[in-house]
């Protein structure tokens, strides 16, 4: 794992120019996924999460990362997918977005590819499935399907109107 | 985020420097405008502060703030030269104010990082106006002076040495720069090109100014020491010398001939007692208002600093603190007997503490300033309205956390707005009621225990009880319960929001925005209002905040596998219950009856959803704890004991997903574990939610 994680370190310290077209890839169940690695901050792996209280439950807590304290999510649980527990391969990739970082927890983190910009196709107009509307495009590398999430709307509260609503309803 | 701000050392020096400057003379002005005239004092203040702001706007290229405080500059000269009869205070403090107002919000516009673009010749035109008509009302009483242009500078002339001779002259010239110009060295540099232009022949003392080091401290100390040859007359050459910019004092002299050039070495200590004068004295004033950073010679024994870097000193010293305990409580050195380790780690703990002390301190500024801020708006609104308002102020001296004194700043403002303005009656109605005719607003600042209290008391006409449940039955904020409530209960819906008398609304306040804002700020501070009213004797807001929002003195108390932090100043009492001390109330709700008193009893694994834990409630303790309305009591599995813990807000993402009722922020246990910690209030709404 440690070894991963140091080689990923190296990757970042690249210029972020030509961190233009990378991506972290990483797996949940048995799709993978890819993140614009100018995104990532860090990847840590899985450690004590302290609950928060009233949250949604993809939003699993808080953890400290040097002193600052950030939110880590559960991908599984925001794509609706059926909760499974951590393991020794579970990772917390820590993104930034605007000052904001939060922590997504994904089952395990593969490598980072270069996905030049002709490769990705847009996502198929169907309107099936809960996570559909992260998936900004999907990359083709050696045969290989990545599912390209969007950062921005990954982070973005946006459902928090259908809490509120639900609350309502309830 | 930083970079949106100031980024220019010198820009950020202007800014804080005027912003001060400014400061000190709004309070200057309103301090005297009750007096027939303006003390000397004030006058050379004003003046010299005006000519300061005039000077380094220029500098800065704020042309608008330069010109404007070039006026009042003007304005002011008349008026300390002249020494004017019959000034029409008023008219003038206004004008004061007015041009000050316009600086300010120019000021704001440069720190926002904006053009400072505002117009100032509405005001300009005014102060010119009111000049004018100083000057003919002074021409009545006293035909001295016709100048229509003040001179604007002292110039030492030595006047009988009118020379008309076209012969080519030495002239010797010790030019004093304006104190605070800063760039000493620049600016003769500029003096001597420019002097280029008309002659040829130029010597000066120091000889190099650009790159000599020394000349800065040479030419503030001595003055500029020029000696040129020239065929320009002496007026001429004072005219030229009075065009440039920060120029203070010129000191023109004819020399006879080239070899007194020579001799100048020793002349210049004997001329140097003749400017040396001006200058002291000068000095002396300056060193009378706090911290003027410009006088570079004199080591400075004040540094201000942002803000933000002491923000990150506080984060880096609660880190410390936390590392700190991670290493003397280290899981790995349980059970081994380490005297010596022991030993050092009582003095870094010693260390530590004192450090945070000392980064506490740091904070702390004093409520005076804001307070003094206050000044101004009971001003405005008194004239405004026509009332007579006294602004008491007491205990500025208090002292609390820089973040705090930001976050109280307005509902402060508000608050004493609304003193002035509702509370406190006209005049007349006053004396009907055989009230003195000058009302009184009280601002107090006292320590108690680990907060501050801030009150603000008027003796005006006290809120109407009856008004006040008339409006909230109105607007529907309240039903029933209301005939139940008490005084302070009544007295606290005007912190609802949407709630205002309406008849009330005026200029400066009631439009039934502001007091949930202020309760709101208040609240966020972990503060609390309170209000006490007499109906026809006037009113008292006592506010309540903590001495700081960093730090606090914490319990930590555990429940199922999680960890909460509380503050200790919230905690009563602490005790195991017996279970058949716990009864229920028709709607099942748990209650304990504590020396004839009954409490709600909130548990927190129900109310938080926390698995496991204990249910049994003689298998966990019982915490009461005073909330801002209510006590109650808080079940919980045990106390793990106090710390002092550094407050870190919820992360952002959170934050802005949802306010969580009953969380305050959270923090770095010893262990490097996170705690939540729990805000009295919130719960004790929650626990009013269930019962």
């Given at each position: ?170 | ?16 420097e005027t912003?001060q400057q400014l400061e000190q003379v709004e309070q200057s002005v309103l301090e005297t405008e009750t007096l027939e005239t303006y003390p000397t004092d004030t006058i050379n203040e004003i003046f010299r502060i005006m000519h300061t702001i005039k000077s380094s706007a220029a500098m800065?290229?704020f042309n608008n703030i330069s010109i404007l405080s070039h006026t009042t500059e003007d304005l002011f000269y008349f008026i300390r030269e002249d020494k004017p009869q019959n000034i029409d205070m008023i008219m003038l403090s206004d004008l004061v104010l007015e041009s000050i107002d316009f600086m300010k919000?120019e ?12 117009d100032p010749q509405i005001i300009i035109g005014k102060i010119k106006e009111h000049l004018s008509i100083l000057k003919e009302v002074n021409n009545l009483t006293d035909s001295a002076k016709t100048n229509d242009e003040p001179v604007k500078e002292q110039y030492y002339i030595t006047s009988n040495r009118l ?10 010239v010790i030019v004093t720069f304006d104190e605070d110009c ?41 003055g ?9 007359s002496e007026e001429k050459l004072q005219t030229f010398f009075k065009t440039m910019a920060f120029i203070e004092n010129v000191d023109l002299q ?17 001329d140097?007692n003749e400017i040396k004068i001006p200058q002291i004295k000068e000095a002396k004033s300056v060193s009378e208002n706090?911290?003027q950073?410009t ?80 000044n101004r708006?009971?001003r405005?609104?008194?004239k ?308």
């Amino acid at each position: 794992m440690s070894n991963v994680i140091e080689e990923f370190e190296d990757e970042f310290e690249d210029d972020e120019d030509i961190d233009e077209g990378k991506f972290l890839t990483f797996t949940v169940g048995d799709e993978s996924y890819g993140l614009e690695i100018i995104y990532v901050t860090e990847i840590l792996g899985i450690q004590k999460i302290t609950e928060v209280p009233e949250l949604p439950e993809y939003v699993r807590g808080i953890v400290s990362l040097r002193g600052q304290i950030i939110p880590v999510i559960d991908i599984r649980l925001k794509f609706k997918k059926p909760f499974r527990e951590y393991d020794e391969k579970t990772c917390i990739i820590v993104v930034e977005i605007q000052d904001i970082s939060v922590g997504i927890i994904v089952d395990a983190v593969l490598e980072v590819v270069t996905i030049q910009t002709e490769e990705i196709v847009p996502p198929p107009d169907i309107n099936e499935g809960y996570g559909r509307k992260y998936i900004r495009g999907i990359g083709v590398i050696s045969n290989e399907v990545k599912l390209l999430l969007d950062c921005n709307k990954l982070l973005n509260n946006d459902e928090i109107q259908d809490l509120e609503q639900q609350r309502i309803d309830m | 985020m930083a970079s949106q701000y100031v980024n220019d050392p010198m820009l950020e020096v202007f800014i804080f420097e005027t912003s001060q400057q400014l400061e000190q003379v709004e309070q200057s002005v309103l301090e005297t405008e009750t007096l027939e005239t303006y003390p000397t004092d004030t006058i050379n203040e004003i003046f010299r502060i005006m000519h300061t702001i005039k000077s380094s706007a220029a500098m800065m290229l704020f042309n608008n703030i330069s010109i404007l405080s070039h006026t009042t500059e003007d304005l002011f000269y008349f008026i300390r030269e002249d020494k004017p009869q019959n000034i029409d205070m008023i008219m003038l403090s206004d004008l004061v104010l007015e041009s000050i107002d316009f600086m300010k919000l120019e000021m704001g516009k440069i720190k926002n990082g904006d053009k400072a673009d505002g117009d100032p010749q509405i005001i300009i035109g005014k102060i010119k106006e009111h000049l004018s008509i100083l000057k003919e009302v002074n021409n009545l009483t006293d035909s001295a002076k016709t100048n229509d242009e003040p001179v604007k500078e002292q110039y030492y002339i030595t006047s009988n040495r009118l020379s008309k001779s076209i012969d080519k002259k030495t002239y010797k010239v010790i030019v004093t720069f304006d104190e605070d110009c800063g760039m000493e060295n620049i600016r003769a540099f500029t003096v001597i090109h420019n002097l280029k232009d008309i002659t040829d022949e130029i010597k000066s003392i120091p000889e190099d100014v650009i790159n000599d080091v020394d000349s800065v401290e040479i030419i503030k100390k001595d003055g500029f020491i020029i000696f040129i040859k020239t065929d320009e007359s002496e007026e001429k050459l004072q005219t030229f010398f009075k065009t440039m910019a920060f120029i203070e004092n010129v000191d023109l002299q004819e020399f006879d001939n080239v070899a007194e050039n020579e001799n100048a070495g020793n002349k210049i200590l004997l001329d140097e007692n003749e400017i040396k004068i001006p200058q002291i004295k000068e000095a002396k004033s300056v060193s009378e208002n706090e911290i003027q950073s410009t006088n570079s010679h004199q080591s400075q024994s004040m540094i201000s600093v942002s803000v933000e870097k002491l923000d990150r000193l506080m984060n880096l010293v609660g880190e410390m603190v936390i590392s700190e305990s991670m290493v003397t409580q280290n899981p790995d050195l349980k059970g081994l007997v380490l005297n010596n380790f022991n030993k050092s780690a009582r003095q870094l703990k010693k260390i530590t503490d004192e450090l945070q002390d000392m980064v506490m301190s740091i904070r702390m500024v004093p409520l005076g300033p804001t307070f003094i801020k206050m000044n101004r708006i009971v001003r405005d609104i008194s004239k405004k309205l026509n009332k007579d308002i006294a602004l008491n102020i007491q205990g500025e001296d208090t002292e609390v956390d820089k973040n705090i004194i930001e976050q109280i700043s307005d509902p402060l403002m508000h608050l004493v707005r609304n003193s002035a303005d509702h509370g406190i009656e006209a005049p007349e109605i006053r004396f009907l009621q055989g009230k003195q005719k000058t009302g009184t607003i009280t601002l107090e600042a006292k320590n108690a225990g680990g907060e501050v209290l801030i009150i603000i008391k008027d003796d005006g006409k006290g809120l109407n009880k009856e008004g006040i449940m008339k409006k909230a039955m109105e607007n529907g904020l309240v039903g029933e319960e209301l005939e139940a409530m008490s005084d302070q209960d009544i007295f606290n819906l005007i912190f609802l929001p949407g709630f205002s008398t309406k008849e009330l609304v005026t200029e400066f306040s009631g439009r039934g925005v502001g007091m949930d804002v202020v309760a709101k700020n208040i609240e966020s501070i972990g503060g609390n209002i309170l209000v006490e009213s007499i109906e026809g004797k006037g009113t008292t807001i006592t506010l309540k905040i903590p001495l700081t929002l960093a730090i606090i003195e914490g319990m930590n108390i555990r429940v199922g596998q999680s960890c909460y932090t509380l503050p200790i100043m919230a905690i009563k009492e602490t005790f195991i219950p017996k279970a058949n001390e716990i009864f229920k109330d028709p709607n099942n709700h748990e209650m304990i009856m504590i020396r004839g008193q009954c409490y709600p009893i909130l548990r927190l694994h129900e109310c938080f959803k926390i698995k496991t834990g204990a249910n049994n409630i003689e298998e966990g303790i019982l915490i009461m704890l005073e909330g801002e309305s209510q006590t109650f009591c808080i079940f919980a599995d045990e106390l793990m004991g106090e710390q002092e813990v550094v407050v870190k807000n919820l992360p952002k993402y959170i934050s802005s997903m949802k306010k969580i009722n009953g969380l305050a922020g959270c923090t770095l246990l010893g262990d490097g574990n996170i705690s939540l910690i729990l805000d009295v209030n919130g719960l004790s709404s929650k626990s009013r939610m269930i019962n």
